[in-house]
């Protein structure tokens, strides 16, 4: 069963629909303790960086506890800003911290919010992009994006009038500021390749 974290900020029918198509089991949790017995976690988000973290400190200490524990986890668009120490677009509010960084605006001069597709470019080789090339299509729709300190974190970038963090990897932790269940064919294929690591 993979558990999609229902705090009230997500985009939850698209996660769960796209899940189950590629044999996913998904199950919407809306109490920490349903995250237990899960085989994978996605953190799903919509919407501002503060309200995100505000609704989902309830979450906090159980999502460290599995992710801590090894369970495979996936974060999608504001569910990867918020593994940062904090946002731009929310001074004072504290991110969960699991990547030192930031997470800021994207740069003037640019259409924002970023919306519709773009290319990937593939920093590094990981399992999660088992099947995907540089080139390939997501679709984005965002206004800021994480900056991390440590730049071996960085699994892919597209580029909006800055080299923008598509993905990040952290142990057992894979998030991308793209949304793969609106993605297409690739996008289902990030997805199988997260299921196939909670079977592992």
């Not at 629909?17 to 988000?45: E, Q």
Request: with cysteine; net charge negative.
């Amino acid at each position: 069963m993979i558990a999609i974290v229902n705090y009230g900020m997500g985009n939850l029918f698209s996660i769960y629909n796209a899940l189950d198509y590629v044999g996913g089991n998904p199950r919407i949790v809306r109490d920490p303790l349903g995250l237990d017995g899960a085989d994978g976690i996605v953190v799903p988000g919509v919407g501002a960086f503060g309200s995100c973290m505000s609704q989902l400190s309830r979450f906090e200490s159980s999502l460290l506890r599995h992710f801590q524990e090894g369970m495979p986890m996936l974060g999608i668009c504001v569910g990867m800003q918020v593994l940062f120490e904090e946002s731009e677009e929310s001074p004072g509010a504290v991110g969960l911290g699991w990547i030192a960084g930031k997470v800021v605006r994207l740069p003037d001069g640019v259409m924002i919010p970023q919306m519709g597709w773009n290319s990937l470019s593939i920093k590094r080789p990981v399992e999660m992009l088992d099947g995907i090339s540089d080139g390939d299509m997501f679709y984005f729709v965002h206004s800021y994006y994480g900056l991390p300190k440590d730049k071996s974190v960085i699994a892919a970038t597209t580029e909006h009038g800055v080299e923008v963090t598509a993905a990040v990897i952290k142990d057992n932790m894979f998030a991308t500021q793209f949304h793969p269940e609106k993605s297409g064919v690739k996008g289902l294929r990030i997805l199988e390749n997260f299921v196939r690591s909670t079977r592992c």
